[in-house]
């Protein structure tokens, strides 16, 4: 009996977004798509050695799989930190090495660190050493105006003989001088090739690739050439094309799944959150705000839901006057057949 060979675990995933991919934001995710592997925010190990672990690690059960980003470079400091993260239960230990901020830089981590592929390795090494959760990275083709194939192929070379196997190529160069974080995720151009190029020499190696991926055929595409994908902002801001993931890319059952009976189960959330530690309607809320995406009536149910003034009230009555904006939800085929009915 031969039996089909597993689907690799960064098939696809959401790329780690700070302050959009929080706990609370991935809690919704994983309404919308049971498979799909989702990154946290950026951690740095400054924060973790330094603030509340609690608050930067706490996560829910039904996250999983989930994986934890970390930014830092100080190998022994990484180390400790991916330590934690596996002690917290992440399935998976991630290194930035694709950021470009300001920030970032004076640290002395992110996509600058691709120009130091020993000090990563080094980082890497000291990760694989501490836990037993994968350890991967997500890195840039190339910094500033390196346009070589040769600095990416060297930088996953080197970081991969450290104990490596699992690379996310955003397939964009980050420019460390004179873009914004929001410029850079836009103007320096995709390569996807370079990607496609880094699955050809280092086969055993999985290769994601991330960057400007929107839709369902982009992600077959890809799929085609390289071991995963990874979506960022359109995942984020239009969340309901991950209800269609499971089925098209892990060949799970077709999702059942309703725009309403995601939006009651936020609510349900919503309420547990503020009864366990205090934490407002709209901190949760405002990462839904795309679920209804394209339906008549969503900018109004947008608004209700980003509405500062009724912040005091509790999310139950802000659900029934947002819910008051939209229609019934109908799939298309049974608006269809009414159609059909109607004309006859
Ligand atoms: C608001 C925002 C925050 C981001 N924060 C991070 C981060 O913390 N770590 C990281 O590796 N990439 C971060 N990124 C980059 C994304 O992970 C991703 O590489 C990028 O958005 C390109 O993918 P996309 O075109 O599918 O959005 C961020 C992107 C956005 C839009």
């Known amino acids: 009996m031969s039996s089909e060979p597993a689907l690799s675990p960064w098939r696809l995933s959401v790329a780690p977004m700070m302050d959009w991919t929080d706990r609370h934001c ?161 103007v320096p151009p995709l390569r996807y090739e370079l990607a496609y190029q880094l699955k050809r020499d280092f086969p055993h190696l999985t290769i994601g690739v991330n960057g400007g991926i929107t839709t369902n055929e982009q992600i077959d595409t890809h799929l085609a050439q390289v071991d995963g994908v990874m979506v960022g902002r359109e995942a984020y801001h239009h969340p309901w094309l991950m209800t269609s993931w499971d089925e098209r890319f892990f060949g799970a059952s077709p999702s059942l799944i309703t725009r309403e009976g995601v939006e009651e189960q936020m609510v349900a959330y919503m309420e547990r959150a503020h009864a366990e530690d205090g934490c407002p309607w709209y901190a949760i809320a405002r990462h839904m705000l795309g679920l209804r995406h394209g339906l008549r009536g969503a900018r109004l149910w947008r608004q209700v839901w980003s509405d500062h003034r009724l912040k005091p009230l509790p999310p139950r009555e802000v659900w029934a006057m947002a819910q008051a904006h939209m229609e019934p939800e109908v799939s298309e085929d049974v608006d269809d057949a009414l159609r059909a009915v109607a004309l006859l």
């Not at 930035?96 to 990563?120: H, I, K, T, W, Y």
């Not at 890195?139 to 991969?160: K, P």
Request: hydrophobic share 40%.
């Open 26 to 186: 991935r809690y919704f995710h994983r309404l919308l798509t049971r498979k799909t592997l989702l990154y946290t925010e950026m951690v740095t190990t400054g924060a973790l050695m330094h603030g509340s672990v609690q608050r930067h690690l706490r996560f829910n059960e039904e996250e999983h799989p989930v994986a934890l980003q970390l930014g830092g470079s100080e190998p022994a400091d990484l180390a400790a930190a991916a330590r934690l993260g596996e002690q917290w239960g992440y399935d998976e230990i991630n290194l930035n090495c694709g950021c470009p901020s300001d920030r970032v830089q004076r640290g002395a981590f992110g996509a600058c660190l691709m120009a130091e592929p020993g000090l990563v390795a080094d980082g890497v090494k000291a990760m694989v050493d501490a836990v037993t959760v994968p350890v991967t990275v997500k890195h840039r083709i190339g910094i500033d105006r390196t346009e070589s194939y040769e600095f990416v192929r060297d930088f996953v070379g080197t970081v991969s003989e450290a104990g490596c196997s699992v690379f996310m190529v955003h397939a964009r160069n980050a420019w460390l001088q004179g873009l914004s974080p929001k410029e850079n995720r836009e």
